[in-house]
Each structure stands twice: as C-alpha cells, then as structure tokens.
C-alpha cells in the first residue's frame, strides 16, 4: 500500500497496513531546532506528500527588543494589525480595519491567490498537483474561515455581537466571503485537489463559541454552499476547530465532512474515538502540544502516543498522526514522538 492508497483508505476509516504520519513543517521548528530537525524529518518520511527542506531563518535584529525577545507588528492582505511574540506563531489581533457594522457594505477583499485566474498560475498548480497525486492525495484550502475572519475584522465582542444581531450589513458580508472563498474551491477541484481542507475555530476550553442555533443560522449556511461542489465532485472534506466543539459534529456530518483535526487535550479520547466513529470521521492525531510536548518528559510522550494509538486505532483507519513543532519543544521530545509513532510503523530506532 502506497502513500496515496494508506490515507485515501484513511478518508473512507478503512483499515490500512500501518498507521499514516503527516508533518506539517513549521518556520519556528526549524528556527529552534535547525537543521536536525530537517535532517529527521527527511530520514522518517510522512504520507501526505516529499519531504521539503526548509531554510532555518536568520532574523534581523531589528526584529528583537533590548532585552532580547522577538517582536514584530505585521498588517495582513485584510487589514488587520497583528503583534507577533513569538516568531513562525499566530500573533493578538490589535487593529481591526471594520470599525462598526456599516464599514462591511465598503469592506474591500483582497485578491485571491493567483491560480484562481485563468492563466499560467493555475496550470503551473495543476501540473503541481498531478503529479503529487501520482504517490500522495492532496489536501489544498485556503482555510475558508467564517468566524475567524469575522474575528479578525471586527474584534471577539464586535463579532460575536454582530452575529447575534442578525442585521443586514453582517449577513450580506458572509454571503459575500462565501461566493470569494467559493472561487478557490472551485478551482482546487478543477486542478484535481482530492481533499479541501478548511479552518475555523468554534471553541473554547469547554464549550462552543456560538449555540448551536447561532451556529445552524449564520455559519452552518455558507459553509454548506462551499461544500456542496466538493460533494458532487466525489471529493474529500476535512475540518480543523480548536476548542471544545462536540455539539457541532452533527452539522459536521450533514456537511460531509469525512475527517476532522480536534483539539484532543480538550476531550475524553474514548469517547471522542466513538464519536467519531459513529459519524464517519477520520481523525489528525496531533499529540498535545500545550503541556505534554512542551514540558513534559519523552517517557510522558511515548506514553501518550501509546494512548492515542489504543483509542483512535489508526490501523483501522481511524486516523493518522499529524505532527507539527511548534515553539519551545525540547528536540528530546520531538524525537520520542517520532521514534513512537514509528516503532508502530516497524521502522528502526533513531540514531542518537
């Protein structure tokens, strides 16, 4: 079984001959880590696409504060001003460009990626993308975020109070970030994407953002109308939300979405794995990075893939391992959650 047929079968929660890995390959674990961290990374290949060396970066000075740490303040293609800390991570919003609801009727969005034109940007991602699927699926989006991005523009209180308002200006926006997401998704399917991956996050620590009722009302809507091409094209749909989100599932289900990357500190792994079961979802093993990854012991992490591996049962197809480094992971423990995840794929131990 080939990288390509192990997570297609992984999408169907069919069972697989080992279980899949996936690297995501972060700007600030190879910013701590250097080339070492590139250097494992290429010797234990993953299952959903080559392995891409990836420069350390070598920051200007200007970027750092008297006292050493790393800041910078950037403006995205949105308009909203963020305030980086930690460098390769998501900053704090601290500039929203809606100032009140009215600003949304003069709201302009940016472009959209060059290959959603017609032209030699598209045919240069198609010929990309065929021959990536000759030994991987491939997972493209643009993240196609509602409430993020709502967030984003308008701040936490602005937002969420707009939504709750159900006013004209917020509802017609949200149709319109629908029909500019739909653009791309329409052209991921045309230069043959197998899975559209989308982002948004609906929870916190315990509980979901929004109702939902508020959810089924504002967000549930356009999503629906994004997904619905990749259904009837025989795609794949895969979700990630940080935050406690179970109560949204249902709508998850009648989206069709067939995985979904959770935020697993936040859940009971047995009944999630059940949950997930029963509404046909594969899962993104991502180990916790919060506590366990960050502090805890490589005995701690070995131990916790050990877990994770009796309860989502990749074997069987009930997901995979999704590894990302983020900041202020010990290389020890990076290592251990390799050597882990591989041993479970009969590899060899890590050289020292």
């Known amino acids: ?10 999408l169907e929660r069919k069972p697989v001959d080992i279980p899949a890995v996936q690297y995501y390959y972060t700007d600030v674990g190879v910013y701590e880590h250097g080339e070492k961290l590139n250097d494992l990374f290429a010797e234990y290949p993953g299952d959903f696409g080559p392995f891409t060396r990836i420069e350390p970066p070598v920051l200007d000075k200007n970027k750092f504060e008297p006292d050493g740490r790393y800041y910078e303040v950037k403006t995205d293609a949105w308009g909203t001003v963020w305030e980086h800390r930690i460098f390769g991570r998501m900053g704090h919003a601290i500039g929203f460009p809606i100032a009140d609801r009215h600003g949304y009727k003069t709201f302009a969005f940016p472009p959209l990626p060059d290959y959603c034109a017609d032209g030699a940007a598209f045919a240069i991602e198609r010929e990309r993308v065929l021959e990536l699927k000759k030994g991987y699926m491939v997972f493209r989006g643009e993240g196609y975020a509602f409430l993020d991005r709502l967030i984003a523009l308008r701040g936490f209180e602005n937002a969420l109070a707009d939504l709750i308002e159900d006013g004209p200006e917020v509802n017609m926006f949200l149709d319109d970030l629908a029909e500019y997401f739909l653009l791309s998704v329409r052209k991921l399917l045309d230069m043959g994407a197998d899975c559209i991956s989308f982002g948004d996050d609906y929870g916190s620590q315990n509980d979901c953002l929004l109702s939902p009722r508020l959810f089924k009302q504002m967000i549930y809507p356009r999503l629906a109308r994004l997904t619905e091409p990749i259904r009837e094209a025989g795609r794949y749909i895969y979700f990630h939300s940080c935050g406690q989100i179970t109560k949204l599932f249902p709508f998850f289900q009648e989206l069709g979405v067939n995985a979904v990357w959770p ?7 047995d009944s999630l794995a059940a949950e997930c079961r029963a509404r046909g979802f594969a899962l993104a093993i991502h180990t916790d990075r919060a506590v366990t990854m960050t502090s805890g012991t490589p005995d701690a992490v070995r131990a916790l893939v050990r877990k994770e591996s009796g309860a989502f049962k990749p074997r069987e197809g009930g997901g995979w391992f999704y590894i990302e480094v983020d900041h202020g992971f010990p290389y020890e423990n990076i290592v251990a959650l390799v050597e882990e995840i591989y041993a479970m794929r009969d590899a060899p131990t890590l050289r020292d």
Do not use: E, F, T
Not at 263 to 269: E, G, K, N, S, V
């Open 1 to 10: 079984m080939d990288s390509r047929q192990r997570v297609k079968h992984i």
């Open 263 to 269: 935020q697993l500190p936040l859940y009971d792994m």
